[in-house]
């Protein structure tokens, strides 16, 4: 069950040096540390915990609480699809099943491929393009299952090319 | 000296400093607000809901924990609202609480005879605690412990991994070591309340109130028509079943209680119901139900054909009723097995069973009926008797109509019909029938009967129509049953007789309690056969009435015992959740949905944890952090899906549990277990 | 000339910078300038492309596309505009914007957000100067009340009052915090301000720090907004540089550090007291109030909280006076509010005006209504706490109290309108699926009450509703009101309650009728095949993942209800139209 050893800690080593010994900053490392390894390894955590002086309850309890935080790695491209309040008046429950169909994923899974993982959101914020994903750091606007697939097979095309 | 302000709760005025919070002013002034998940030494967490209380003028509920009490308010801890909300509080708690508080044995059982607690009794060699254990619900433990169908056992989830728990013959078996010993365990006794109770039939709901009565410190007489007491277990069951010198020590311990025989006194005749309420400051009729029912046969009225109720009596007096070398039984219940079995041993040559249906179903017991054919038994399924032969008025013959099953009825019971024109006739010397049992009105015609000829009682108090009179057991309402069924009558029955003497009314409430779903993981566990009671060979006990049963070896019994699952809630008497839903007669299914599936794992050094039972009162991991300092338990999830765990279910991380227990000891419900 | 490309993050996800990148190297060598600016809140129209001269803005041009870069370029250089003629707004999109009153929008679309000289050529600052030079931070707060600003966030809470507590609050230590966790699925125009217009914020932060004593500010912001993060983080800096942020600003003595932390995903923590745990580093679960922030907040020291557009208001009322502001709006709500006005509307986006017009000055005569020629159903307003309004109450005016009484709440601004297609127990489901996934956890009424609900909500548009739900859903909702632990399990049932108010008839026909009105339900949806308009190309029978759909080439093709499993393939794919939903 535990990963443990298996993860570069000494990537982490900068993060902790800035903000280990700041109050309040558990969250802003493990946002840090996610971008380092796309991921939380447990291992990771209980450096964390031992850098800060948490226990690694209070690390875990913050990792499992708030979204944006996975414990498990993703695929190469994250696709975050809206499912704000005019995304589901728009149709995004439409999109998300084309897309489930195209990648064989359901929410939070990641394609066979190890290309994709797909991850519903509450809200982007950009309403007025409803329905909306963005992929990667790309936004994605006026879907319609369609273009949800066009958009993801030429991506796909991309990284083969 | 502090600020002190004053305000109103329920009306009353209340001073307290200034700053408490509503709850503990009102603690301290004798008014408990309910809470699951406050604690005095920790900051309020506002999790649990409970301790919402009006203040007049808000339109919000407050939360008492964390409310600060203010200069003239008025508080209300128990108006319509409030329960209200409390009692939908309590059944969303409810809805997400995947527990057994109860085992379904105890809860399968008529009496609710705590069976986890004297299994794990005689598991421990601790038999005399076993039998004082049973004793609160059944204090004919040797007997009952034979005889019993154990409804018990039906219900025993040990099933799910391979077969149930033989809790029936480990009843008997620590009652017979205690009998053995000499040693006496009996409830203890209160002081004599100079009131007195008559008791009309001394069977097992009988003697249990008696037992029950006199403990309560009343002056019981049980009067009865037989010239021994004991009634269905003595005249009804066969020795080779229930030897009556086990019967007798049994009774005679419920006697020495100071409860009075009375033998020889047929209602109606030796004394009258008006003489009972004059004599005594209550009644209970527990007279049973002794008469054989008809099948509604031509036929019935020859020479050779026996009630079964009667059949057996007539041998438990040593008689020999003269049944020839050829018998049959019609019936299928415990009765018929009982009946053929003793025509057997009575040298009959050829005993038959005539059943309608087919073995599977037969109301008798397996084993019954497995030991029954060992002992030669022949079954006759699917026939009925259309009609018994005579010549010189002695029973010659009997034609069977043969039957088949047609389609279920809506409870998915195949009743049988006849096959048109196909009959068998089969020769007899006798036939008895055992198809039922009625009770005698005879002496109670001043009492309102239901529509089967039964006494009425209220279902609850088992009071009758007439002041101070309570009937039981067999004689009652839906007739007759088993003896344990009965006894749980007669428990029942004793506590509002004891209530009424009193002069006070229970209330009744059906009890709260919450049931576990099943699920397949929760029996994958290594298996362990059921005990096989040792017994006589079948060529050998067929010949005569002695008991077939030899008995567990110690070894056998407490391996036995040892098989128990605990199905049932440890907490179950302390847990507050469970007593604030049967406060508030929460309804648990109500709101029933998704739920944190329940399992149990030991992960710090001394706790057992049972994530289905967690309400997220948030108390252990809140003690764990502030008072033991150590913040191993912590709160892992979000919403609906937030448990309580020790961080990455690590032996290393859980090396620091320093076991002060306290969080298992904060728990309100039984999710966290001291082992 | 200058050429303005509108690079909020709905400009750039419709293309904004692609444009920006194909007219880049046209205009090398020229004098044209090419810059960006912010939201314009024309979301229908993006991407647009503004062309100013002088600081005039002569032409906007909408929906451009990088292709036409070529063109814009050539006639720009050429200073002839005409055959640009085509990619102009038209005058009744211009509308959506002339019918607007802005002040917290005021820059929004108009200066480049990443360039503090556009700012202060904007009399940027100048209130933070006025402050500082001229007034106490009792005036500061006597203005403001004066103002009659309310919390923009949703509850509309007096905000002198909450700067006048944590003034008074002891201690020396004090916080301010922006609340930019903009969590309501459909609002966004805390990050169309921040992304447009991050000084606004700044100075508005810096003015309240000052009125209630605080020298450490944060702005807790959405990590999904990264965008707004850049140009904050930018923003800061370059303010810090010029002396408007850190120590002695001014010149003067007030003193104030701004930081930046960025949520990791929790609706909660728009909850002033989850919000003040999530910064400390904690699960933002809330608190039990009392005690209150301006009391015990951050670190337990005095807190003061509000959301951006609250703060972006405060500059102008300062300039122009707590009156003018409290001139505008109605006796109980003053000023302006943005909404986001979002959903089946023909022109959506970001829309500010006056307390007191009504929703169907804002829905029919600022966002023309309802899209392809559909009937308005409902308007949402509030997110997961409000609650949809219906057509009949369209009238109401837009002011706390009377939405409030609708059920709805003004709440931070979001605007989702709905056609006959919507069906609105589903509506209400969607919100209490949203809250179930944001419920903390921490309160049995919210953890497992709007998940008894969710569960209710679902049987029901699947069909397996059962006569007294809607009582059922009514109790729970009660419960859940007055029992939950914060705002968030509070006002959780307000989607539940308005649609069983106004849409009692759609839930009667799914739970008695096993029938969805907006047809939106797919399992109580029937597929048919309008004989008269099947050709008989068998494509539906082709793509039927269940081959639920028989018939002979050419011939009227049928489905067999039993087999169907109402995935609307057929219905998709069918060129005629035949396929009808029953």
């Known amino acids: 069950m535990c990963d443990c050893g298996k993860s570069d800690l000494t990537l982490l080593d900068g993060v902790l040096a800035e903000y280990a010994s700041v109050r309040g900053s558990l969250i802003t490392i493990l946002q840090k540390a996610q971008e380092i390894y796309g991921y939380l390894p447990t291992d990771v955590l209980y450096r964390v915990a031992e850098a800060t002086g948490s226990t690694p309850a209070k690390v875990m309890g913050v990792a499992t609480f ?13 696709i975050m699809l809206c499912k704000g309040t005019a995304c589901h008046v728009n149709g995004a429950d439409a999109v998300e099943k084309a897309i489930c169909e195209e990648l064989k994923i359901k929410d939070g899974e990641t394609s066979d491929d190890g290309l994709f993982s797909l991850k519903t959101v509450a809200c982007l914020g950009c309403c007025s393009l409803s329905p909306v994903m963005m992929i990667d750091e790309d936004t994605y606007g006026s879907l319609t299952p369609a273009k949800a697939v066009e958009i993801i097979r030429t991506i796909k095309g991309g990284d083969a090319a | 000296m502090a600020d002190m302000i004053r305000f109103h709760i329920n009306g009353k005025e209340i001073a307290c400093e200034k700053g408490a919070s509503i709850l503990d002013a009102a603690k301290a002034n004798g008014i408990e607000i309910p809470n699951l998940c406050y604690l005095k030494d920790l900051s309020p967490y506002g999790a649990c809901g409970m301790c919402l209380v009006e203040a007049a003028g808000s339109p919000k509920l407050l939360r008492a924990c964390s409310a600060k009490a203010a200069e003239g308010m008025e508080i209300f801890t128990d108006s319509g609202r409030v329960m209200k909300a409390r009692k939908i509080a309590l059944e969303l708690l409810m809805s997400d609480h995947s527990g057994d508080c109860i085992g379904p044995c105890k809860l399968n059982c008529p009496a609710h005879t705590d069976c986890q607690k004297y299994l794990a009794q005689i598991a421990e060699k601790d038999y005399e605690g076993a039998v004082a254990t049973i004793k609160d619900k059944v204090p004919l433990p040797a007997s009952i412990g034979r005889v019993c169908p154990h409804p018990c056992e039906t219900a025993c989830r040990r099933q799910h991994v391979e077969e149930p728990i033989s809790i029936a013959f480990l009843k008997a078996y620590a009652a017979d070591r205690v009998l053995a010993s000499g040693n006496h365990v009996l409830g203890e006794k209160a002081a004599p309340t100079g009131k007195t109770v008559g008791v009309v039939g001394g069977g097992p709901a009988g003697l249990t109130a008696a037992y029950q009565l006199a403990l309560k410190g009343h002056a019981v007489t049980v009067y009865d028509k037989m010239p021994q007491m004991g009634g269905m277990l003595r005249y009804g069951i066969p020795e080779y079943r229930l030897p009556k010198a086990v019967l007798d020590q049994e009774i005679a311990e419920i006697a020495s209680l100071g409860v009075e025989l009375v033998n020889g006194c047929a209602m109606g005749k030796d004394i009258t ?29 020859l020479e050779g054909v026996f009630g079964g109720i009667d059949f057996l009596r007539e041998i438990a007096l040593g008689g020999k009723p003269a049944i020839g070398k050829k018998t049959a039984v019609v019936g299928g219940g415990n009765t018929a097995m009982d009946a053929c079995r003793s025509a057997v041993r009575l040298g009959a040559e050829e005993v038959s069973i005539i059943y309608r249906r087919t073995r599977a179903e037969m109301p008798a017991e397996d084993v019954e009926i497995k030991e029954a054919e060992e002992e030669g038994v022949v079954f006759r399924f699917l026939t009925n008797p259309a009609e018994i032969i005579g010549e010189d008025g002695k029973v010659k013959a009997v034609k069977l109509q043969v039957m088949r099953l047609g389609e279920p009825d809506e409870r998915g019971r195949r009743s049988p019909v006849p096959v048109e024109g196909e009959f068998l006739t089969l020769e007899l010397d006798s036939i008895i029938i055992a198809a039922g049992q009625k009770n005698d009105p005879a002496g109670f015609e001043d009492l309102p009967v239901t529509k089967w000829g039964t006494i009425l009682a209220d279902e609850h108090t088992y009071a009758t129509a007439l002041p101070g009179v309570f009937a039981a057991g067999d004689a009652t309402n839906k007739g007759a049953s088993i003896a344990i069924a009965a006894i749980a009558e007669a428990n029942e029955a004793a506590k509002h007789i004891d209530a009424y003497l009193a002069g006070i009314e229970l209330p009744y409430h059906e009890p709260v309690y919450s049931e576990k779903e099943l699920s397949p993981e929760m029996f994958d566990r290594e298996k362990a056969p059921r005990a096989v009671m040792p017994q006589r060979a079948p060529e050998e006990r067929n010949k005569d009435f002695k008991e077939i049963n030899l008995g567990f070896t110690e070894e056998q019994a407490t391996a036995e015992a040892g098989r128990c699952l605990s199905c049932g809630c440890h907490d179950y008497g302390h847990c507050k959740l469970i007593q604030y839903a049967d406060d508030y007669c929460a309804d648990c299914k109500r709101l029933k949905g998704d739920h944190h599936p329940g399992f149990q794992e030991t992960r710090l050094v001394s706790i057992e944890r049972d994530q289905g039972k967690c309400i997220l009162c948030g108390l252990c991991v809140r003690v764990c952090e502030d008072q033991a300092k150590k913040g191993i338990l912590g ?23 320093i076991d002060c227990k306290l969080c298992a000891e904060n728990c309100p419900t039984g999710a966290l277990k001291i082992l | 000339m200058k050429i303005v490309i509108g690079e909020g993050s709905c400009g750039i996800a419709a293309g904004a910078q692609k444009v920006y990148d194909a007219l880049a190297p046209l205009l090398n060598g020229t004098d044209i300038n090419l810059g960006i600016t912010g939201c314009i809140g024309m979301c229908f129209l993006e991407p647009i492309v503004d062309l100013y001269d002088k600081g005039l803005l002569l032409k906007r041009l909408v929906k451009v596309t990088p292709e036409q870069a070529g063109v814009i370029a050539e006639a720009v250089k050429a200073n002839d505009l005409t055959a640009l003629k085509a990619l102009e707004i038209t005058d009744e999109d211009k509308g959506f914007l002339d019918k ?21 050529a904007a009399d940027g600052y100048k209130a933070l100067e006025k402050v500082l030079t001229a007034m106490t931070p009792e005036d500061v707060i006597e203005e403001i009340k004066t103002s009659g600003l309310a919390g923009r966030g949703g509850a509309g809470f007096p905000t002198w009052f909450k700067w006048n507590a944590a003034r008074n609050a002891a201690g020396d230590e004090k916080y301010l915090i922006c609340n930019a966790d903009e969590g309501d699925p459909g609002a966004f125009m805390d990050r169309a301000v921040i992304e447009s217009d991050p000084h606004q914020l700044i100075e508005g932060m810096l003015i309240a720090a000052y009125a209630i004593g605080a020298k450490e500010a944060f702005v807790y912001v959405r990590a999904e907004y990264p965008l707004a993060i850049v140009r904050l983080e930018k923003a800061i800096k370059d303010a810090t540089a ?18 930046i932390k960025a949520g990791a995903g929790a609706f909660v923590c ?8 999530s910064l400390e580093g904690s699960r933002g679960m809330p608190r039990l109030k009392p005690p209150f922030p301006a009391e015990k907040g951050y670190e337990n020291k005095p807190s003061n909280i509000n959301n951006v557009e609250t703060f972006a208001n405060v500059s102008w009322i300062i300039l122009n006076g707590g009156q003018a502001f409290a001139a505008m709006g109605t006796e109980t709500s003053k000023g302006t509010k943005v909404f986001a006005l979002t959903g089946k509307i023909k022109r959506g986006g970001l829309v500010e005006i006056p307390m007191g017009l009504t929703l169907r000055d804002v829905i029919f005569d600022i966002g023309g209504g309802i899209r392809g020629g559909k009937r308005f159903k409902a308007v949402q307003l509030g997110g997961p706490s409000g609650g949809c309004i219906p057509e009949a109450l369209l009238d109401t005016v837009i002011d706390y109290k009377a939405l409030s009484a609708t059920g709805a709440i003004m709440g931070s601004g979001g605007m989702v309108v709905m056609d006959e297609t919507t069906c609105m127990v589903n509506m209400a489901r969607f919100f209490l699926d949203f809250t179930t996934k944001e419920s903390c956890g921490k309160c049995v009424h919210c953890r497992i009450g709007t998940k008894r609900m969710f569960e209710i909500l679902t049987r029901i548009t699947e069909g397996e509703g059962r006569p007294g739900d809607i009582e059922l859903l009514e109790e729970l909702c009660e419960a859940i009101r007055s029992g939950a632990l914060c705002g968030l399990g509070q006002t959780a049932p307000n989607p539940v309650l308005t649609t069983i108010k106004y849409f009692r008839d759609e839930y009667e026909a ?11 339900c797919a399992a109580l949806r029937t597929y048919v095949i309008n004989k008269d308009a099947c050709k008989g190309c068998t494509l539906c029978a082709k793509k039927c993942p269940v081959s639920a759909i028989s018939g ?7 489905i067999d209800a039993a087999k169907c499993i109402k995935c609307g393939q057929c219905k998709t794919v069918c060129r005629f139209g035949a396929v009808e939903v029953r």
Request: net charge negative; hydrophobic share 35%; with cysteine.
């Open chain 3, 100 to 120: 607007q009153t802005r002040i917290a929008l005021r820059h929004c679309g108009v200066i480049d957000p990443e360039d503090l000289d556009d700012y202060l």
């Open chain 2, 273 to 301: 119901l008006a003489e009972l309420r004059e004599k005594h400051d209550a009644v209970l009729i527990a007279n049973g139900a002794w008469k054989s029912a008809s099948i509604r046969c031509p036929g019935e009225e």
């Open chain 3, 552 to 558: 002979e080439v050419k011939q009227p093709h049928a």
């Open chain 3, 270 to 277: 728009g909850e002033e007291t989850a919000l003040i745990e």
């Open chain 3, 242 to 259: 010029k002396g408007y942020l850190g120590n002695n600003i001014l010149g003067t003595d007030f003193s104030c550090r701004l930081r």
């Open chain 1, 66 to 78: 708030y979204t944006q935080f996975r414990l498990t790695p993703v695929g190469k491209h994250l």
């Open chain 3, 510 to 520: 799914h739970i008695n009728e096993k029938r969805c009105p907006a047809g939106e």
């Open chain 2, 635 to 657: 709160l892992v999830g979000r919403g609906f899906n937030t448990v309580v765990k020790p961080e990455f279910n690590d032996a290393a991380v859980i090396g620091a549990c």
